[in-house]
């Protein structure tokens, strides 16, 4: 799967959040889960057999408002030794208003580990995101 890499700019509330969150060795599994709704958008990521290299994942987006714009949710995942922050790819929803997408996947990184992992729900018209909200597990 591709993405994308940044720097982890950690700052306010984000700090409590990230911080906050357990962090996975390779000789545990782990599970876990994160949700968040913004105004027009709901979601959930279901995180189980979660290593340092490997998390499965089911989750669900579902578009709450008739305001003309899709919802999208994302992994993300920060490595902990390097503070890299990957945002993994979007699994959209674009059929309208009450409208929801399940969907079930993976994520192995190659050389990133998964130390902290978390959702990113999004309301987005085109590729610009309108409003967004994460949580992490």
Avoid at 92 to 110: L, Q
Wanted: glycine share 10%; net charge negative; proline share 1%.
């Amino acid at each position: 799967m591709g993405h994308t890499l940044k720097r982890l700019s950690v700052t306010g509330v984000a700090a409590v959040a990230i911080f906050a969150t357990a962090t996975v060795t390779n000789a545990s599994a782990a599970s876990g889960a994160a949700a968040c709704s913004v105004t027009g958008a709901s979601g959930s990521l279901t995180f189980t057999n979660w290593t340092a290299h490997h998390v499965d994942i089911s989750g669900w987006v579902k578009d709450n408002a008739a305001d003309g714009h899709h919802v999208a949710i994302r992994l993300v995942s920060i490595d902990e030794s390097t503070g890299w922050v990957t945002d993994w790819p979007w699994h959209s929803e674009y059929d309208g208003s009450g409208a929801t997408t399940s969907f079930t996947t993976y994520a192995s990184p190659s050389g990133d580990a998964l130390d902290h992992i978390g959702a990113q729900v999004a309301v987005i018209e085109g590729s610009t995101i309108v409003r967004a909200c994460s949580d992490y597990a």
